[in-house]
């Protein structure tokens, strides 16, 4: 009887469920036989062994048992090999360099697997499968080529032990049984052997996984096959194997083809025994780098070169990079010569842009290249690579110097990428390290020049009036292609390399002329990311009250988003996927300034300090952890004490608290970290000798009831005009750092964060050294605005960025909204400090609670979006100014838009609330701000050209003397009022604004 087996399977692998039916046809009827739901191998704290669910109850047969066996050992227990796949650059072939694992360790995806080494740069292999390892295919060293496998690796799962027992049994049983002659096939698997070994079981029909392989790892050997065939056929004299090739010294062994005539054999000749070798020789196989070489070296000698020799006096260059060094010293850059010989030839080249040009294979056609990628031959431990510096024009002397260094640490720990190891367009290198002075360098193609620097050497010469001074020569050797370079261009090009470097001011000089187009050429880029106000919520449930800051209550079961609510604060799925982005968008910034307010806005009954510095420990680890190798300044909110806003004025033990539980210990040097548990402010060098001032503005916040009648608290303003006095002296830039941020609120009329005293102060400070802080970073608003500090003259002279929150929270404050999620990336000047431009990232919740993934995007670019030049207070004084013209109205509702990160997509806003806005970010002093409400409140825009818009007009109408004199009897009369209003002045901004703390387990301070 013919039967079949057909196999219907549903698989929801996301529920870990699957239903198997095996269905068996004979001749007469249909026959179907259900295997159990495969869901019940899955409990929660264990996994039931496939082999009771196949010897269930269920009548099948024995072949029906062994196929259910094998569908839960292919599924769950099966061995995938993990192959090599193509890594790029026509790589065909790489080294297996370390291995990360081991036979039998388990792996997931991502887990690095081994590293490999190319003949271009070292990669590192990741896992795609979660499962252990079962073999690895390659020993250190040995050849891997791409598409062949590296590993097996056994999928998570069940893995069946009992596949063999099954088929043996139903064998036998399919045997003696009439009606049931199923058989079940053996899983096929890849047999390790030769080709030759194959061709014989190939041409005497031998399956060669009946055959047990006697060689490393069960390879087949032949004499595996001589062997099945002698004991199990008998059939030994049939084989056929080729005849092996003759060899020197051997005697061949008899044929296993039928026997021939036997002659009789030669001795071989005596001889004298050999003299004891003084050492063995050592065969290497020639692999990664080298193997490069030699392919690249073997094309370079098909070109036809031309040398040229020449010496250059480097004594004034030596008098300038010793008086330089003492400076990069201590920012801790290693400074050479290189850097000044980089720049000269990128400068020359622009005189002869033939030698930063490529030639086709054919020699047909030329290829000027627009980047000048200086490549740097660098000697390290797996051989010569040549790594390069890109777009070198466009970088300063300082620059390259860094780029140098970060290329030099890569290359020595073999950890350089193929974009760094290509795209060179002209080459140096600098023998003179080790020693040496005129060489004979080999061109890279398809490059058509490189240069050898010889070591510096004091020697005697003659200088302008015929007397021998001691002078510093290094010797240059240039190498060129000769079928496009001239002698006579290169000579020319050299000569002006050699000005440049014997006549630094002129290189200086020049580089001005050659970069004016491109300022940025001469200034420093660098990145830095803002993150603030996570108000962290361990608390936040998905089925929690919205009205109850989404946590769980009696009152019923909500649907919030796993990302958040805007009535709610940041649960850590959307900590993590904040900083998540951030890697992703850029994972390698200067530094990471995190501006505070860790802990959510609840009620202090349910919380203590230890809560407070667990959750402060707890977003700190998730920084960390994202960004292990970066460094991260903090500084503390409002909400990170307990109670909250209640700093001390003196000293206190809560931050040596928030140095070990709140993790701050990981971000802070012990310099730092000293100067912290004062006050819980700080200061800090960036790699660029910047000076970061991490202050705790906390202290100033007119919610904290202990500082109120405090002349200094913590000492803090006496410290910051001590820090800020030192870096004046060494012409240092600030980068100020804080939470609370001096001046208004722009939603909330009158609204001051500060302390007036403390205010006042603190805004002369600012004021005071505007010229050396750089840049002022604060947080705790919620929304996306900026202030403009003025000087004694009132002419703008700082921006105070003010960026919004993590947490979407909607404040308690009357008229005062929701925000979505933000962080923010800063591009800034590493020398000065000062911001260049900024880019805010949101996430759209409301998109995200409709689609369930956080879509994080771009909200807008400064500089673009706010159409200035350049992002100086200048600027966005101008900008602010076209706030309060109506004709203005699609910058401010740009502004407006932003201001809420785009919560409010329609912002409205009348002329009042203009004013506001206006004057909350001009004005950061108490008297100007009132003068700015009540002085323009109903006036026509002022024209700002000439005078602020505060001040009174400089001339003066004769009418109105004639109107002041008649009104002369009324003077005493106004005197009274105006000393009336003065009194009440406070009351009139400010009383209205503690409404907020009205009720509900959100009450507290706004922010």
Same mark, same amino acid.
């Given at each position: 009887?013919?039967?079949?087996?057909?196999?219907?399977?549903?698989?929801?692998?996301?529920?870990?469920?699957?239903?198997?039916?095996?269905?068996?046809?004979?001749?007469?009827?249909?026959?179907?036989?259900?295997?159990? &739901?495969?869901?019940?191998?899955? /409990?929660?704290? %264990?996994? @039931? $062994?496939? +082999? *009771?669910?196949?010897?269930? #109850? =269920?009548?099948?047969?024995?072949?029906?048992?062994?196929?259910?066996?094998?569908?839960?050992?292919?599924?769950?227990?099966?061995?995938?090999?993990?192959?090599?796949?193509?890594?790029?650059?026509?790589?065909?072939?790489?080294?297996?360099?370390?291995?990360?694992?081991?036979?039998?360790?388990?792996?997931?995806?991502?887990?690095?697997?081994?590293?490999?080494?190319?003949?271009?740069?070292?990669?590192?292999?990741?896992?795609?499968?979660?499962?252990?390892?079962?073999?690895?295919?390659?020993?250190?060293?040995?050849?891997?080529?791409?598409?062949?496998?590296?590993?097996?690796?056994?999928?998570?799962?069940?893995?069946? &032990?009992?596949?063999?027992?099954? /088929?043996?049994? %139903?064998? @036998? $049983?399919? +045997? *003696?049984?009439?009606?049931? #002659? =199923?058989?079940?096939?053996?899983?096929?698997?890849?047999?390790?052997?030769?080709?030759?070994?194959?061709?014989?079981?190939?041409?005497?029909?031998?399956?060669?996984?009946?055959?047990?392989?006697?060689?490393?790892?069960?390879?087949?050997?032949?004499?595996?096959?001589?062997?099945?065939?002698?004991?199990?056929?008998?059939?030994?004299?049939?084989?056929?194997?080729?005849?092996?090739?003759?060899?020197?010294?051997?005697?061949?062994?008899?044929?296993?083809?039928?026997?021939?005539?036997?002659?009789?054999?030669?001795?071989?000749?005596?001889?004298?025994?050999?003299?004891?070798?003084?050492?063995?020789?050592?065969?290497?196989?020639?692999?990664?780098?080298?193997?490069?070489?030699?392919?690249?070296?073997?094309?370079?000698?098909?070109?036809?070169?031309?040398?040229?020799?020449?010496?250059?006096?480097?004594?004034?260059?030596?008098?300038?990079?010793?008086?330089?060094?003492?400076?990069?010293?201590?920012?801790?850059?290693?400074?050479?010569?290189?850097?000044?010989?980089?720049?000269?030839?990128?400068?020359?080249?622009?005189?002869?842009?033939?030698?930063?040009?490529?030639?086709?294979?054919?020699?047909?056609?030329?290829?000027?290249?627009?980047?000048?990628?200086?490549?740097?031959?660098?000697?390290?431990?797996?051989?010569?690579?040549?790594?390069?510096?890109?777009?070198?024009?466009?970088?300063?002397?300082?620059?390259?110097?860094?780029?140098?260094?970060?290329?030099?640490?890569?290359?020595?720990?073999?950890?350089?990428?193929?974009?760094?190891?290509?795209?060179?367009?002209?080459?140096?290198?600098?023998?003179?390290?080790?020693?040496?002075?005129?060489?004979?360098?080999?061109?890279?193609?398809?490059?058509?020049?490189?240069?050898?620097?010889?070591?510096?050497?004091?020697?005697?010469?003659?200088?302008?009036?015929?007397?021998?001074?001691?002078?510093?020569?290094?010797?240059?050797?240039?190498?060129?292609?000769?079928?496009?370079?001239?002698?006579?261009?290169?000579?020319?090009?050299?000569?002006?390399?050699?000005?440049?470097?014997?006549?630094?001011?002129?290189?200086?000089?020049?580089?001005?002329?050659?970069?004016?187009?491109?300022?940025?050429?001469?200034?420093?880029?660098?990145?830095?990311?803002?993150?603030?106000?996570?108000?962290?919520?361990?608390?936040?449930?998905?089925?929690?009250?919205?009205?109850?800051?989404?946590?769980?209550?009696?009152?019923?079961?909500?649907?919030?988003?796993?990302?958040?609510?805007?009535?709610?604060?940041?649960?850590?799925?959307?900590?993590?996927?904040?900083?998540?982005?951030?890697?992703?968008?850029?994972?390698?910034?200067?530094?990471?300034?995190?501006?505070?307010?860790?802990?959510?806005?609840?009620?202090?009954?349910?919380?203590?300090?230890?809560?407070?510095?667990?959750?402060?420990?707890?977003?700190?680890?998730?920084?960390?952890?994202?960004?292990?190798?970066?460094?991260?300044?903090?500084?503390?909110?409002?909400?990170?004490?307990?109670?909250?806003?209640?700093?001390?004025?003196?000293?206190?033990?809560?931050?040596?608290?928030?140095?070990?539980?709140?993790?701050?210990?990981?971000?802070?040097?012990?310099?730092?970290?000293?100067?912290?548990?004062?006050?819980?402010?700080?200061?800090?060098?960036?790699?660029?000798?910047?000076?970061?001032?991490?202050?705790?503005?906390?202290?100033?916040?007119?919610?904290?009831?202990?500082?109120?009648?405090?002349?200094?608290?913590?000492?803090?303003?006496?410290?910051?005009?001590?820090?800020?006095?030192?870096?004046?002296?060494?012409?240092?830039?600030?980068?100020?750092?804080?939470?609370?941020?001096?001046?208004?609120?722009?939603?909330?009329?009158?609204?001051?964060?500060?302390?007036?005293?403390?205010?006042?102060?603190?805004?002369?400070?600012?004021?005071?050294?505007?010229?050396?802080?750089?840049?002022?970073?604060?947080?705790?608003?919620?929304?996306?605005?900026?202030?403009?500090?003025?000087?004694?003259?009132?002419?703008?002279?700082?921006?105070?960025?003010?960026?919004?929150?993590?947490?979407?929270?909607?404040?308690?404050?009357?008229?005062?909204?929701?925000?979505?999620?933000?962080?923010?990336?800063?591009?800034?000047?590493?020398?000065?400090?000062?911001?260049?431009?900024?880019?805010?990232?949101?996430?759209?919740?409301?998109?995200?609670?409709?689609?369930?993934?956080?879509?994080?995007?771009?909200?807008?670019?400064?500089?673009?979006?706010?159409?200035?030049?350049?992002?100086?207070?200048?600027?966005?004084?101008?900008?602010?100014?076209?706030?309060?013209?109506?004709?203005?109205?699609?910058?401010?509702?740009?502004?407006?838009?932003?201001?809420?990160?785009?919560?409010?997509?329609?912002?409205?806003?009348?002329?009042?609330?203009?004013?506001?806005?206006?004057?909350?970010?001009?004005?950061?002093?108490?008297?100007?701000?009132?003068?700015?409400?009540?002085?323009?409140?109903?006036?026509?825009?002022?024209?700002?050209?000439?005078?602020?818009?505060?001040?009174?007009?400089?001339?003066?109408?004769?009418?109105?003397?004639?109107?002041?004199?008649?009104?002369?009897?009324?003077?005493?009369?106004?005197?009274?009022?105006?000393?009336?209003?003065?009194?009440?002045?406070?009351?009139?901004?400010?009383?209205?604004?503690?409404?907020?703390?009205?009720?509900?387990?959100?009450?507290?301070?706004?922010?």
């Amino acid at each position: 009887m013919n039967e079949k087996i057909v196999y219907f399977y549903d698989v929801r692998i996301s529920y870990l469920k699957a239903t198997y039916v095996a269905v068996i046809w004979n001749n007469k009827e249909n026959t179907q036989a259900s295997l159990p &739901d495969r869901s019940q191998i899955f /409990q929660e704290n %264990s996994r @039931s $062994s496939h +082999s *009771s669910i196949c010897q269930s #109850d =269920v009548r099948i047969s024995h072949q029906l048992k062994a196929v259910c066996v094998l569908m839960f050992s292919v599924c769950y227990g099966e061995v995938v090999q993990f192959q090599l796949s193509d890594i790029g650059e026509g790589i065909r072939e790489v080294h297996i360099k370390e291995w990360f694992v081991n036979v039998g360790d388990h792996v997931k995806q991502f887990d690095a697997i081994c590293e490999v080494q190319s003949d271009k740069a070292s990669v590192t292999i990741t896992s795609r499968y979660d499962g252990k390892v079962t073999k690895l295919h390659h020993e250190v060293d040995a050849l891997a080529l791409v598409g062949q496998p590296l590993v097996d690796i056994e999928l998570d799962g069940v893995v069946s &032990d009992e596949v063999e027992d099954v /088929q043996d049994s %139903s064998s @036998s $049983s399919s +045997s *003696s049984s009439e009606d049931e #002659d =199923v058989q079940v096939t053996k899983q096929r698997h890849k047999v390790l052997t030769t080709p030759a070994v194959r061709k014989i079981a190939m041409e005497n029909k031998i399956n060669l996984s009946d055959v047990k392989g006697t060689g490393k790892d069960g390879r087949v050997l032949k004499e595996d096959i001589l062997n099945y065939l002698a004991g199990d056929r008998g059939l030994k004299e049939e084989i056929k194997p080729p005849p092996p090739s003759p060899q020197v010294g051997k005697v061949a062994a008899p044929s296993a083809v039928q026997p021939s005539t036997p002659k009789p054999s030669v001795p071989p000749p005596r001889r004298a025994p050999p003299a004891a070798p003084v050492g063995e020789d050592r065969k290497e196989v020639i692999k990664g780098i080298r193997k490069a070489m030699v392919k690249t070296m073997t094309e370079a000698n098909n070109i036809p070169t031309f040398g040229y020799d020449d010496e250059v006096d480097m004594s004034r260059l030596v008098e300038l990079r010793n008086d330089i060094k003492v400076v990069t010293t201590e920012m801790g850059i290693k400074f050479s010569y290189m850097p000044f010989i980089i720049k000269a030839v990128s400068l020359a080249l622009h005189e002869y842009p033939i030698l930063n040009s490529s030639v086709d294979s054919t020699c047909e056609n030329i290829t000027y290249k627009a980047a000048h990628n200086i490549g740097i031959a660098m000697d390290t431990p797996d051989g010569l690579i040549v790594p390069n510096v890109k777009n070198a024009h466009s970088l300063s002397v300082y620059e390259i110097a860094m780029e140098l260094n970060r290329l030099q640490s890569l290359g020595n720990a073999g950890k350089l990428s193929q974009t760094e190891l290509t795209g060179g367009t002209f080459s140096l290198s600098n023998i003179g390290v080790i020693g040496g002075t005129y060489a004979r360098p080999v061109i890279l193609p398809p490059e058509v020049a490189i240069g050898a620097l010889g070591k510096i050497q004091v020697l005697p010469r003659f200088d302008e009036n015929g007397n021998i001074k001691k002078t510093h020569v290094m010797c240059v050797s240039w190498s060129a292609d000769h079928r496009i370079i001239e002698g006579a261009c290169m000579a020319r090009f050299s000569n002006l390399w050699k000005q440049y470097l014997e006549n630094p001011g002129m290189m200086l000089l020049h580089l001005r002329s050659v970069l004016s187009s491109n300022f940025a050429g001469i200034i420093m880029n660098g990145y830095f990311w803002q993150v603030t106000d996570f108000h962290y919520d361990a608390n936040y449930s998905t089925y929690g009250n919205p009205k109850q800051m989404c946590h769980n209550s009696t009152a019923g079961t909500y649907n919030n988003s796993i990302f958040g609510n805007y009535l709610c604060d940041a649960p850590m799925k959307l900590v993590q996927s904040a900083l998540s982005f951030m890697k992703k968008q850029h994972s390698d910034p200067d530094f990471i300034l995190w501006t505070g307010d860790s802990v959510p806005h609840v009620d202090s009954s349910t919380m203590d300090r230890t809560k407070v510095l667990q959750n402060i420990g707890v977003v700190a680890q998730q920084l960390r952890n994202k960004f292990p190798n970066t460094t991260i300044y903090p500084v503390l909110g409002n909400h990170d004490e307990f109670p909250q806003d209640a700093y001390p004025s003196g000293t206190t033990t809560y931050y040596t608290d928030v140095l070990s539980t709140g993790k701050y210990d990981t971000m802070l040097s012990d310099e730092a970290a000293e100067q912290f548990k004062k006050g819980g402010y700080y200061s800090a060098a960036t790699l660029t000798n910047l000076k970061i001032i991490g202050l705790n503005t906390n202290l100033y916040y007119d919610m904290d009831k202990l500082t109120a009648n405090a002349s200094d608290p913590g000492d803090q303003f006496k410290w910051l005009r001590q820090q800020l006095r030192q870096s004046k002296a060494d012409n240092q830039k600030v980068i100020f750092l804080a939470h609370v941020p001096p001046g208004f609120f722009e939603l909330y009329d009158g609204l001051m964060w500060f302390y007036d005293k403390f205010n006042t102060e603190y805004v002369g400070i600012m004021r005071n050294f505007s010229d050396v802080i750089s840049t002022h970073i604060y947080g705790h608003e919620h929304t996306d605005s900026f202030r403009i500090l003025h000087d004694n003259e009132d002419n703008p002279c700082g921006i105070l960025f003010l960026s919004p929150a993590v947490t979407p929270w909607k404040s308690t404050l009357k008229g005062v909204g929701s925000n979505n999620p933000s962080v923010r990336l800063y591009t800034y000047n590493q020398l000065t400090g000062h911001v260049i431009n900024y880019q805010q990232f949101y996430l759209d919740l409301s998109e995200t609670v409709k689609t369930g993934k956080d879509a994080w995007k771009l909200e807008y670019e400064a500089v673009k979006d706010f159409q200035v030049s350049i992002l100086d207070a200048n600027s966005l004084q101008s900008l602010a100014d076209s706030f309060k013209d109506k004709s203005f109205t699609n910058g401010f509702k740009k502004y407006l838009q932003y201001n809420s990160v785009s919560a409010d997509k329609n912002p409205d806003c009348n002329d009042t609330c203009r004013l506001i806005h206006y004057c909350a970010i001009t004005q950061l002093e108490t008297e100007d701000y009132i003068q700015c409400r009540k002085g323009y409140q109903t006036t026509a825009v002022p024209n700002f050209s000439s005078t602020r818009h505060h001040h009174m007009p400089k001339k003066v109408q004769r009418y109105y003397i004639y109107i002041i004199a008649g009104l002369g009897a009324l003077v005493f009369i106004l005197f009274i009022v105006v000393a009336i209003l003065c009194f009440k002045r406070r009351k009139h901004f400010l009383p209205h604004r503690y409404a907020r703390f009205g009720g509900g387990v959100a009450s507290g301070p706004i922010n």
